[in-house]
């Protein structure tokens, strides 16, 4: 009877085990970890100022437009420091395909910003482009 006893004791302490180790791992894995909220001294770090740029629009007219873009760490911006003569190109481009109206609409610039976010993000190879606030726009 003893020698049965020790093999089930062992086997019950290596399920124990097993059991206390999945539900620890898969409360750490499912666990949500909440994002670090950053300083407005941290934010302005990773931010690169673009020069007002002015353009046409598609159905006549111009528009001058100045940008800060949120980087997601200061690698990110020493990168895309470079690469500002591609947020001017995807800036005209996509600006130019908007009508007077849809710049003018709240709604029309936050989709812009969102559209520029993505393929400046399709360029970038070291880090992304968190958000895109536009800081300057003048319509004639």
Do not use: C
């Not at 990773?46 to 598609?58: A, D, G, S």
């Amino acid at each position: 009877m003893k020698s049965k006893i020790k093999p089930m004791i062992l086997i019950g302490a290596v399920a124990i085990l097993l059991l206390g180790g999945t539900w620890f791992f898969l409360s750490q894995s499912t666990s949500k970890k909440e994002p670090k909220e950053l300083s407005a001294d941290e934010i302005v770090a990773r931010m690169v100022e673009t020069e007002p740029m002015t353009t046409n629009l598609h159905a006549g007219g111009f528009i001058q437009l100045g940008f800060k873009i949120e980087t997601s760490s200061e690698k990110a911006k020493e990168e895309l420091t470079n690469r500002l003569f591609q947020v001017n190109n995807i800036a005209i481009r996509l600006i130019s395909a908007m009508t007077e109206e849809q710049v003018k609409s709240p709604e029309g610039m936050t989709e812009f910003e969102k559209n520029m976010q993505t393929e400046l993000n399709k360029e970038m190879q070291t880090g992304k482009i968190v958000r895109i606030y536009t800081t300057n726009k003048m319509i004639q």
